[in-house]
């Protein structure tokens, strides 16, 4: 079976680096809401389980990539499918 995705280039190390770049302001972003107060204390606080603090991150970038999924193909999110 051919692959269905082979003419699909992959991404740019550009792309990567923006992609990458977007994240640590992300994190830096939450870690200066968690250092106000703003999460009550808990995982997320700077120095926290990573595990935690990923996942937090995860569901931030996804909302985001939801968000520009609306915006780029004018269609329901995979909550709608």
């Known amino acids: ?3 269905p995705v ?3 280039p992959p991404l ?3 792309t990567r680096d923006e992609v990458s770049l977007t ?3 992300e994190i830096d972003r939450q870690d200066v809401l968690a250092r106000t107060g703003k999460f009550h204390g808990t995982h ?6 990573d595990h935690d603090r990923i996942s937090v991150l ?5 909302e985001d990539n939801n968000a520009l999924n609306e ?3 004018g269609q329901a999110t995979r909550e709608d499918e």
């Open 71 to 73: 915006i780029k193909f």
């Open 58 to 62: 995860g569901e931030h970038v996804g």
């Open 1 to 3: 079976m051919p692959d």
């Open 12 to 14: 740019t190390q550009v």
């Open 23 to 25: 994240v640590q302001i």
């Open 44 to 49: 997320i606080l700077p120095g926290g389980p």
């Open 6 to 8: 082979a003419h699909i």
